[in-house]
């Protein structure tokens, strides 16, 4: 009588985003090798701090690489979901590195002030523009990704950081290349980290909204409850929860008090319920019990 009827899923979404991964994360080291020495031939503490934010970068998208293949491994006694929150720590720990990131530029920004850095002008344009192109390839790369994968989305925004670094070194590059003004690189670099701040901010708050099991986005449980009281059979539904294991996965458990008469019927009333909850509110993994009238009434607790 007291029934769990679940379905599983295709996978994780950033399992299907590994590809992309992948890809980035060796354009990003080639950026990083350049900005290096690009660095070392012109002197530019700009260009060095770039290669920093670049391999912190890199850091940051083999770590999403790893967690969508540790996602991927199958679920144990254990762990019998498997692996697959790794996505969502990961995507936490980027944008922690982001933040991270913002205060090394702050920090060298406060720096540059006191003691401005003789710098070819030329050459950090020169190596700047490499990496923007390199970076704005990579951003085409994970840009669907990032819609269906917290992990990927961080990742995406790691790379569009250093995109905006790399456009800010380009400004500073062409006015110390112009007017010998060396300062212009630090006003660049706060700003930089005035826009990265928020966006860090926003995937830390998802993050941390998954890993609380929260409901999921978008979704409200008494419009569930309501749904499901619809058919026909269903007298009540409480122990009603929803939350998401990782991008992509949303899932539910409840109790559902079915008429009396329906018990004995009690597989098609599994698949109907859980059509309904697939169909209407996108949840593929559901868990319900289903109960005979009075039944709450022994289960020692209270439930909403």
Same mark, same amino acid.
């Given at each position: 009588m007291g029934v769990g009827h679940g379905h599983g899923h295709a996978g994780t979404a950033g399992a299907a985003n590994s590809r992309r991964l992948a890809v980035v994360l060796g354009m990003m080291l080639a950026v990083a090798v350049v900005q290096v020495a690009g660095a070392a031939l012109s002197?530019?503490?700009? /260009?060095?701090?770039?290669?920093? %934010?670049?391999?912190?970068?890199?850091?940051?998208?083999? /770590?999403?690489l790893a967690a969508v293949w540790i996602a991927a491994r199958p679920a144990t006694n254990r762990r019998t979901f498997g692996y697959q929150r790794a996505e969502i720590l990961a995507a936490a720990v980027n944008a922690l590195v982001?933040?991270?990131?913002?205060?090394?530029?702050?920090? @060298?920004?406060? @720096?540059?002030?006191?003691?401005?850095?003789?710098?070819?002008?030329?050459? =950090?344009?020169?190596?700047?523009?490499?990496?923007?192109? =390199?970076?704005?390839?990579?951003?085409?790369?994970?840009?669907?990704?990032?819609?269906t994968s917290l992990n990927v989305k961080g990742a995406y925004l790691e790379v569009m950081g250093d995109a905006l670094a790399s456009v800010g070194v380009i400004a500073g590059g062409i006015v110390v290349w112009t007017t010998g003004w060396a300062r212009v690189d630090t006003l660049v670099s706060l700003g930089i980290a005035v826009i990265i701040v928020p966006r860090a901010w926003a995937l830390l708050r998802e993050a941390v909204h998954i890993l609380l099991e929260a409901t999921p986005r978008g979704m409200d449980?008494?419009?569930?409850?309501?749904?499901?009281?619809?058919?026909?059979?269903?007298?009540?539904?409480?122990?009603?929860?929803?939350?998401?294991?990782?991008?992509? +996965?949303?899932? =539910?458990?409840?109790?559902? +008090?079915?008429?009396?008469?329906?018990?004995?019927?009690?597989?098609? =009333?599994?698949?109907?319920?859980?059509?309904? /909850?697939?169909? %209407?509110?996108?949840?593929?993994?559901?868990?319900?019990? /289903? @109960?005979?009238?009075?039944?709450?009434?022994? @289960?020692?607790?209270?439930?909403?």
């Amino acid at each position: 009588m007291g029934v769990g009827h679940g379905h599983g899923h295709a996978g994780t979404a950033g399992a299907a985003n590994s590809r992309r991964l992948a890809v980035v994360l060796g354009m990003m080291l080639a950026v990083a090798v350049v900005q290096v020495a690009g660095a070392a031939l012109s002197g530019s503490l700009a /260009l060095l701090a770039d290669a920093g %934010h670049t391999v912190t970068d890199s850091l940051g998208v083999a /770590l999403a690489l790893a967690a969508v293949w540790i996602a991927a491994r199958p679920a144990t006694n254990r762990r019998t979901f498997g692996y697959q929150r790794a996505e969502i720590l990961a995507a936490a720990v980027n944008a922690l590195v982001l933040f991270v990131l913002c205060g090394f530029i702050v920090v @060298e920004a406060v @720096e540059r002030l006191q003691r401005p850095a003789e710098v070819s002008g030329l050459g =950090m344009v020169v190596v700047a523009a490499f990496g923007l192109v =390199m970076n704005v390839g990579a951003l085409f790369v994970l840009r669907a990704g990032s819609r269906t994968s917290l992990n990927v989305k961080g990742a995406y925004l790691e790379v569009m950081g250093d995109a905006l670094a790399s456009v800010g070194v380009i400004a500073g590059g062409i006015v110390v290349w112009t007017t010998g003004w060396a300062r212009v690189d630090t006003l660049v670099s706060l700003g930089i980290a005035v826009i990265i701040v928020p966006r860090a901010w926003a995937l830390l708050r998802e993050a941390v909204h998954i890993l609380l099991e929260a409901t999921p986005r978008g979704m409200d449980l008494s419009e569930v409850r309501d749904h499901l009281l619809g058919h026909p059979a269903v007298l009540d539904v409480h122990d009603l929860h929803a939350w998401t294991i990782t991008s992509g +996965v949303p899932v =539910m458990s409840a109790h559902v +008090v079915v008429a009396d008469g329906y018990l004995g019927d009690s597989g098609r =009333m599994l698949d109907e319920l859980h059509a309904c /909850l697939t169909g %209407h509110f996108d949840v593929e993994h559901s868990t319900l019990q /289903l @109960e005979p009238p009075g039944h709450a009434d022994h @289960e020692g607790s209270c439930h909403a």
